[in-house]
């Protein structure tokens, strides 16, 4: 069995760049004083068969095999957490990304300004569209000539699992379980590839933000976007939850691997990761399925990363 992590759109990890670790994980984050359920939505617990047994799944990764989990009940957000409620939270905990600390992070190289490209000296080597970009963040996602003002219910993205922990504790939340995940991302379906069904384009119609066109080339926007959408695009699943797949990946909270004979030892801080990405394309990532899972390292940030929460009842 191959037990790498295959090459997908979402895994330009840090470690891949620089060896040093910046991270500092003693900023002091205070909750707020009161937890709102707004725009989450209650999942009943119950069972359903988490995996896939199908033959478009990344062996890799560890899809498989289908297997009857069990699900507390629990609170989902309905969207991921958007630029404006991530600047919420740093405005009022002063809190500094791993982006920022480390002074750069991934972005895609067709979102790159020409000016800002004179300036680009590394890329991921086995990925070269991921370019390295000095004082790429969360409030500045394709460098220091970006913003997000025009964007603010857009996914926040160059989030890394450390700074996703930090706004759960803030907010009285937390990541969800990979099971967890997907059982609400599956929206009372049973074992349907996407949230809404079997077929990617039903009529016709687009139902997620992925890529179109020649990988990593050509995007033709189909979809209508080329970048990430406002995160109440398209229509929601069963459970009234919206791009639970496509858009930008999502973290969970545990590990990449649980079976620890089963794993490659450079993968061994990788958190799960689910959902997909604006950069999937059936080509090269088909990760934009409710199975599918990836994983990246604990401080890694990306122009196509970010998350939403649960919490317990």
């Given at each position: 069995?191959?037990?790498?992590?295959?090459?997908?759109?979402?895994?330009?990890?840090?470690?891949?760049?620089?060896?040093?670790?910046?991270?500092?994980?003693?900023?002091?984050?205070?909750?707020?004083?009161?937890?709102?359920?707004?725009?989450?939505?209650?999942?009943?617990?119950?069972?359903?068969?988490?995996?896939?047994?199908?033959?478009?799944?990344?062996?890799?990764?560890?899809?498989?095999?289908?297997?009857?989990?069990?699900?507390?009940?629990?609170?989902?957000?309905?969207?991921?957490?958007?630029?404006?409620?991530?600047?919420?939270?740093?405005?009022?905990?002063?809190?500094?990304?791993?982006?920022?600390?480390?002074?750069?992070?991934?972005?895609?190289?067709?979102?790159?300004?020409?000016?800002?490209?004179?300036?680009?000296?590394?890329?991921?080597?086995?990925?070269?569209?991921?370019?390295?970009?000095?004082?790429?963040?969360?409030?500045?996602?394709?460098?220091?000539?970006?913003?997000?003002?025009?964007?603010?219910?857009?996914?926040?993205?160059?989030?890394?699992?450390?700074?996703?922990?930090?706004?759960?504790k803030w907010a009285g939340k937390r990541l969800p379980t990979?099971?967890?995940?997907?059982?609400?991302?599956?929206?009372?379906?049973?074992?349907?590839?996407?949230?809404?069904?079997?077929?990617?384009?039903?009529?016709?119609?687009?139902?997620?933000?992925?890529?179109?066109?020649?990988?990593?080339?050509?995007?033709?926007?189909?979809?209508?976007?080329?970048?990430?959408?406002?995160?109440?695009?398209?229509?929601?699943?069963?459970?009234?939850?919206?791009?639970?797949?496509?858009?930008?990946?999502?973290?969970?909270?545990?590990?990449?691997?649980?079976?620890?004979?089963?794993?490659?030892?450079?993968?061994?801080?990788?958190?799960?990761?689910?959902?997909?990405?604006?950069?999937?394309?059936?080509?090269?990532?088909?990760?934009?399925?409710?199975?599918?899972?990836?994983?990246?390292?604990?401080?890694?940030?990306?122009?196509?990363?970010?998350?939403?929460?649960?919490?317990?009842?």
């Open positions: 069995m191959d037990n790498n992590i295959q090459s997908c759109c979402g895994a330009a990890k840090r470690s891949a760049i620089t060896k040093k670790n910046m991270i500092d994980n003693n900023q002091s984050i205070t909750a707020k004083e009161t937890s709102s359920n707004e725009n989450m939505v209650l999942i009943q617990g119950g069972k359903f068969l988490m995996g896939t047994n199908d033959p478009i799944q990344n062996r890799g990764d560890f899809e498989g095999p289908v297997r009857e989990v069990a699900v507390d009940s629990f609170y989902i957000d309905k969207y991921s957490v958007t630029n404006e409620q991530f600047r919420q939270f740093i405005d009022e905990t002063g809190y500094v990304t791993d982006a920022e600390k480390y002074g750069w992070s991934f972005v895609f190289y067709q979102f790159v300004s020409k000016e800002l490209e004179k300036n680009i000296s590394q890329v991921v080597q086995q990925t070269p569209w991921w370019y390295v970009v000095q004082g790429a963040y969360w409030k500045h996602p394709e460098g220091p000539d970006s913003s997000i003002d025009q964007r603010l219910d857009h996914p926040a993205v160059h989030i890394s699992w450390n700074d996703a922990q930090a706004y759960c990979e099971k967890e995940w997907e059982y609400a991302a599956r929206g009372d379906l049973i074992q349907q590839t996407y949230p809404w069904g079997n077929e990617l384009l039903p009529d016709g119609k687009h139902q997620c933000n992925i890529w179109q066109g020649k990988f990593p080339q050509v995007n033709t926007k189909d979809d209508g976007f080329f970048g990430t959408a406002p995160v109440h695009t398209y229509e929601a699943n069963g459970y009234g939850l919206y791009q639970m797949i496509g858009n930008v990946w999502e973290w969970c909270s545990h590990p990449f691997y649980q079976d620890t004979h089963l794993m490659n030892p450079e993968y061994k801080e990788f958190m799960v990761m689910k959902g997909g990405s604006y950069l999937c394309h059936e080509s090269y990532c088909n990760r934009y399925r409710v199975a599918a899972r990836t994983g990246n390292t604990m401080d890694s940030s990306t122009g196509n990363l970010g998350f939403r929460c649960v919490k317990d009842l």
